[in-house]
């Protein structure tokens, strides 16, 4: 099993910036993939940023340029950096962990980010 531990998360104004932490720990396959997800209120949870464990990026087209994902492979710890922050940014944030052998999928409990004035 793999446990994953956020931190980070908030309330913060319109332009303003947060930076979430993922820590995994447990049995973690070396080839994977890590992430943040985020679900807002009546909406389906969507992918907001993955980082493989070889460093190819991917974000969703709402967060170009204003989100920045990066890891710490010998902490097993993803970061969000989250800057210009929206308040369609709202959401609960989750991490996540996939495993490329076996396919297996681990969650984070979520942390709540709000973007309000």
């Known amino acids: 099993q793999v446990q994953l531990v956020e931190s980070g998360g908030g309330l913060v104004q319109p332009g303003g910036s947060l930076r979430l932490s993922c820590a995994a720990s447990?049995?973690?396959?070396?080839?994977?993939?890590m992430g943040w997800y985020r679900q807002a209120p009546g909406k389906q949870r969507e992918l907001v940023a993955g980082?493989?464990?070889?460093?190819?990026?991917n974000y969703a087209d709402s967060v170009k340029g204003r989100f920045t994902i990066s890891r710490d492979n010998a902490k097993n710890t993803v970061y969000l950096q989250m800057n210009n922050l929206k308040p369609e940014d709202t959401a609960v944030y989750y991490c996540?962990?996939?495993?490329?052998?076996?396919?297996?999928?681990?969650w984070g409990q979520g942390t709540q980010v709000t973007v309000s004035s």
């Open positions: 447990g049995s973690i396959v070396s080839l994977n993939a």
């Open positions: 980082i493989t464990s070889s460093g190819r990026l």
């Open positions: 996540s962990l996939k495993h490329f052998v076996g396919g297996n999928v681990f």
